[in-house]
C-alpha cells in the first residue's frame, strides 16, 4: 500500500511550486501504471522512437529540468508572498507608547507548578520607553524600573 501512496505524493501537483516532485527530480511526467495498460498518446510517441531519438529527446528533456526549477522556484515565492499577504490581512499591529498601561504575562519557572486559577498576567506597569524592535522598558506604577526589558509579545494593554 505504501508504494502507491508514494506514488500518488510524487506525481500531484504542489500548489506551493506549480509542479510535481517528480517532474522537478526527472525532468519529465510520471508514467501512470494505468497508461501502460491502456496507452496514451504520449506513451505511444516514446514507444515508436528508435533508441537513438530517444535518448536525444531524453538529453533535450534533461537540459530543461534547470529551468522548470527555477520556474518552480520562482512559483514558490510567489506563492509564498501570497500566503504571507493572506495572514498579514488578519494580523493586527500593535503599538505601544511611553506613558500607556501595560500588564505584563507571568512566565512560569522551570520545574514550578502553577495552576490552573494562578494569575496569568501582573501590573499594571508603565511603558517607560519602546524600542522599534519591540522591546520596552517598563517601570511600576511607582516609578521603580524594571531591571530588564520586556518584548511586546508577552504585554497587553491594560485599559483601567
Not at 511550486?17 to 526527472?26: D, E, M, Q, S
Not at 514507444?47 to 526549477?69: D, G, H, M, P, T
Not at 527555477?70 to 488578519?90: F, N, P, T, V
Not at 500593535?94 to 507548578?113: A, Q, T
Amino acid at each position: 500500500m505504501l508504494p502507491f501512496a508514494l506514488h500518488a505524493y510524487r506525481t500531484a501537483v504542489r500548489t506551493s511550486t506549480g509542479a510535481t516532485p517528480y517532474t522537478l527530480v526527472y525532468g519529465m511526467e510520471a508514467v501512470m501504471p494505468l497508461e501502460v495498460e491502456i496507452p496514451s498518446l504520449r506513451v505511444l510517441v516514446d514507444s515508436e522512437l528508435e533508441e537513438v531519438e530517444w535518448a536525444k529527446v531524453r538529453y533535450e528533456q534533461l537540459n530543461l529540468i534547470s529551468k522548470k526549477r527555477i520556474a518552480a522556484i520562482c512559483h514558490h515565492q510567489l506563492y509564498q508572498r501570497r500566503m504571507a499577504k493572506s495572514y498579514d490581512k488578519k494580523v493586527r499591529p500593535r503599538g505601544f507608547h511611553e506613558g500607556d498601561l501595560v500588564l505584563k504575562k507571568i512566565l512560569p519557572l522551570p520545574g514550578e507548578d502553577q495552576s490552573k486559577w494562578a494569575p496569568n498576567y501582573e501590573g499594571p506597569y508603565v511603558v517607560k520607553k519602546a524600542f522599534s524592535g519591540g522591546a520596552l522598558l517598563l517601570s511600576r506604577m511607582d516609578g521603580e524600573d524594571l531591571v530588564r526589558p520586556v518584548n511586546f509579545d508577552s504585554v497587553r494593554k491594560y485599559y483601567a
